[in-house]
């Protein structure tokens, strides 16, 4: 089982702003990076380290981290961002890369 | 551009051994962490483990005992090999390059190859 938490799945409203969390004792440690998927490709980087977006993301895409939680933020969800998200980092041990357990995020 | 391409079969019979290449262009396999990552039909992504340019390597302990991936440098590839598959290890395969910042602590996979799906089926 994964030792990062996210919520199965969430809905934002066109527009508007969601917030994706991933939970997990070793983010009290280490960053969280947030991966975006689309059905039949492979996923994608969308943030990396306290807050930082790979070339060609655009800058609705946001993250942040508190205690034991990493969180991705869309400000102004748009219809492409209908994707699954899954973020990444260690597990407890600090040894070894661990990903979440995924959330689907539908945007209405 | 770095680009990653994964080849191998895509049926493998139950007990037999998985073996995938990851194939790197646009950019040397020198330095960066390799990663096997899998996503089983309709579920989440595995990490599977990495191995360091060099040849250290690191594997997910569910996996570690009928896990080797290894390094050819010269062709710029890295190669996964799962041994006794069952239909559990049916998923498809991505092998992936992490960045690593050692100042920054920071570490992301930054580039991922389409992905091959392998099928364990008699």
């Known amino acids: 089982s994964s030792e990062l938490t996210q919520d199965p799945a969430v809905s934002v409203a066109l527009g508007q702003t969601v917030r994706i969390t991933c939970q997990g004792d070793s983010l009290r440690s280490y960053y969280a990076s947030w991966y975006q998927q689309k059905p039949g490709q492979a996923p994608v980087l969308v943030i990396y380290?306290?807050?930082n977006r790979p070339s060609g993301i655009p800058d609705r895409f946001s993250g942040s981290s508190s205690g034991n939680t990493a969180s991705l933020t869309i400000t102004g969800a748009q219809a492409e961002d209908e994707a699954d998200y899954y973020c990444n980092s260690r597990d407890s041990s600090g040894n070894h890369r661990v990903f979440g357990t995924g959330t689907k995020v539908t945007v209405l | 551009q770095v680009q990653l391409q994964e080849s191998g079969p895509g049926l493998v019979k139950p007990s037999e051994t998985l073996s995938l290449t990851c194939t790197v262009s646009g950019g040397s396999i020198s330095s960066y962490y390799w990663s096997w990552i899998r996503q089983p039909p309709g579920k989440g992504l595995e990490w599977i483990g990495y191995i360091y340019y060099s040849g250290s390597t690191n594997y997910n302990p569910s996996l570690k005992s009928r896990v080797t991936i290894s390094v050819d440098t010269s062709k710029n590839q890295f190669s996964l090999k799962l041994s006794s598959v069952t239909a559990a290890d049916t998923a498809v395969y991505y092998c992936a390059r992490e960045n690593y910042d050692i100042l920054t602590g920071y570490s992301y996979f930054q580039h991922w190859g389409q992905g091959t799906l392998v099928t364990v089926s008699s």
């Open positions: 380290g306290k807050n």
